[in-house]
């Protein structure tokens, strides 16, 4: 969905046919100048979305700083001025959209500095349905990559499809025998043996799933080069720095988007 879209229907769901307070307590031909302002150290994201929910309210929306930018806390991230009414109606859903986005890439700026930047951190499809442009957003504002964006661009073989095909190499030559010859094909493991099946059918990429620091590093061992290598699986920073040397290629993590805490930043009106 696009943000335009994605914008009106959250003003919709929000404010429906009227903001009751506002509309009761604010003068017609009211206007204010106000500014966001981060509460916290964090990393900004979401801007676009705060633009969007202002400017279809007829304020206008200046952004002080960049998305991925560090901010202290009390440092203004946006200027906005307009109608009064329309600034008060908009606040709590443009703030909700920067909270969430911020939060996303402050969580996951957290990661990347764990992996010192000898490893990538990549997310997961583990996303807020019809959020996932901008929490994918998010994870790039924050340091980290993007793993494939949906089902549609990229061939992933987890364990229920190897049920379900009958095994990994027959999921792998059916899959080869369908897609054309630029798409790459990864294959999900969670066992040694099962990575040797997969690198003999020919997987260009390997899923590493919830295996033990050792297994992780005797892996890395036995592809050599051979495909590129993604370790997932209770990834938190913490294990992150513990594996980062392993010579893994990226490190997916979905807790980046899901396990992420909002950011915390608010509107404050200048005083009439």
Same mark, same amino acid.
């Given at each position: ?14 404010? !429906? ?22 509460? /916290? ?10 633009? /969007?929910? #202002? ?5 206008? #929306?200046e952004a002080l700083v960049d998305d991925g930018a560090l901010v202290v806390a009390k440092q203004h991230i946006a200027k906005i001025s ?7 109606? !908009? ?11 911020? !939060? ?11 992996? /010192? ?49 009958? !095994? ?77 040397? #392993? ?26």
């Amino acid at each position: 969905m696009n943000l335009q879209s994605l914008v009106s229907l959250a003003l919709e769901e929000d404010i !429906g046919n009227g903001d009751i307070t506002t509309e009761s307590c604010i003068a017609h031909d009211a206007n204010s100048v106000g500014w966001i302002e981060a509460r /916290e150290e964090l990393v900004v994201s979401g801007l676009g979305a705060a633009c /969007e929910v #202002f400017r279809q309210l007829g304020v206008k #929306f200046e952004a002080l700083v960049d998305d991925g930018a560090l901010v202290v806390a009390k440092q203004h991230i946006a200027k906005i001025s307009g109608p009064s009414k329309a600034i008060l109606s !908009g606040e709590r859903l443009a703030l909700n959209f920067l909270m969430k986005l911020s !939060g996303i890439a402050t969580n996951t700026a957290i990661s990347v500095r764990s992996a /010192e930047g000898l490893v990538r951190v990549v997310d997961t499809r583990k996303t807020t349905p019809l959020l996932r442009d901008l929490e994918k957003a998010a994870v790039r504002h924050g340091g980290g990559f993007n793993h494939r964006f949906a089902l549609y661009d990229g061939v992933m073989i987890k364990d229920n499809h190897i049920i379900a095909a009958g !095994g990994i190499r027959e999921a792998v030559s059916a899959c080869r025998n369908r897609v054309h010859h630029l798409v790459k094909i990864e294959v999900e493991v969670d066992t040694l043996e099962q990575l040797n099946v997969a690198i003999d059918a020919g997987a260009d990429v390997i899923l590493l799933d919830n295996m033990s620091n050792e297994d992780l590093r005797a892996a890395v061992t036995v592809v050599d080069g051979r495909a590129y290598t993604e370790a997932s699986g209770n990834m938190t920073p913490e294990r992150i720095g513990q594996i980062k040397g #392993f010579g893994l290629d990226c490190i997916s993590v979905g807790g980046l988007i899901h396990q992420a805490t909002w950011s915390d930043l608010a509107l404050e009106l200048a005083s009439i």
